[in-house]
């Protein structure tokens, strides 16, 4: 009899532990939200629910704007090629030459036709009537109208017109900045071997005709050409040993300095960026002395990249700013977008957070309207 009575306490004792912990499961699960909710971001429970599924949903928390950032600096990093293209097509535009009648045709034809179908009757008309140097003008003045429009292809096709008009003529000097323009025109095209044997045309021609600063000018190119081959010797003999000598002779400075970012596009092409620097400091120090301004922006921008490449953060960023506030002042916008782009990286890296979301915002901005 005790015995049985015994065991019937037992039960009632198990029975009673497990409401107990039933109970205290609930209470946890409704109050304790660190057990069935360790985010935090349950606001209601239902005790009572009887569905299918867990009592409780875990999320993971909601990602943080440091998380955020990281993952939207990690998107546009493979970008930055096609804004250093942007720069590359800048300097496209402002190293188009014009030959010798650009004034005249200007006061003759101004405003331009709007339409190819008008150029072409324009120019052909010409042609007919015999003004060589007229039609291969316009050619000229028509293709920095493609190349503005991005049509490099198109812009290859005038010039290589304008040239077959006027190479075997007495305007010597004008076949020289035709050719000029379609060796660059090539360059960005990356056809480095079309880009070459005109460039050295260019250069023989100069030679021949004892045009000194030319010869500077076409030395410089072909030396950005050979780097592009990876020859990366000839590439700076051509700019050390060749052309800079005859900017000294000729003192022409401006020259000289383009010379120097020339060369250091060719040494951090090659990620030297100790010898890259100096060649930019050596250009920033002539291009302030003269009070060559519009080079100075790009030269800051280069020295801050070939900082941010050797890891220098800090100095960086400092150049890096100083060329913002320089390209700011020209509303240099390729210029702008790749600042900005630096800038927010460095930013990131530091955990210069807000910082760095001000710069993407400028960035995506620029970007838009740029691209």
Known sequence: MEKAISRMFNKVRVLLAIVLIISLKGVKAQSGSEVLDPAGFVTKYNPNFKGIGPEVYNLPAPR??????????????SFYDSIARQLDYQNLIEEFQQTSNSSYLIQQFQPFPNSAEKWMD??????????????????????LEATKQNDIKKSIALLAEALGLIQNTEFKADASIVQFNLANAHLYQRSFSDADALQEQYLQKAIDSKRITDQANSLVQAGLIRAHQKEYKAAENSIIRRAIPIYNKTKDFSGKTKAWIQLAKIYQLQNKHTEAQWFLIQARDLANSKNFKMDLPEIEY????????????????????????????????????????????????????????????????????LF
């Open 122 to 143: 324009l120019i052909n008309s010409l042609k007919r009537n015999n003004n060589t140097r007229l039609a291969a003008g316009l050619l000229n003045v028509y293709a």
């Open 64 to 77: 943080t704007k440091e998380e955020v950032l990281v993952d939207s600096y990690k998107e546009k990093n």
């Open 302 to 369: 280069m020295l801050g990249y070939s900082k941010f490449m050797q890891q220098n953060y800090r100095v960086a960023k400092l150049e890096l700013e100083k060329a913002k506030t320089l390209a700011d002042g020209e509303n240099n916008k390729a210029l702008q977008l790749a600042i900005h782009d630096k800038l927010g990286e460095i930013d990131m890296i530091m955990g210069n957070y807000e910082s760095a979301e001000a710069h993407l915002s400028e960035y995506w901005k620029l970007r838009k309207e």
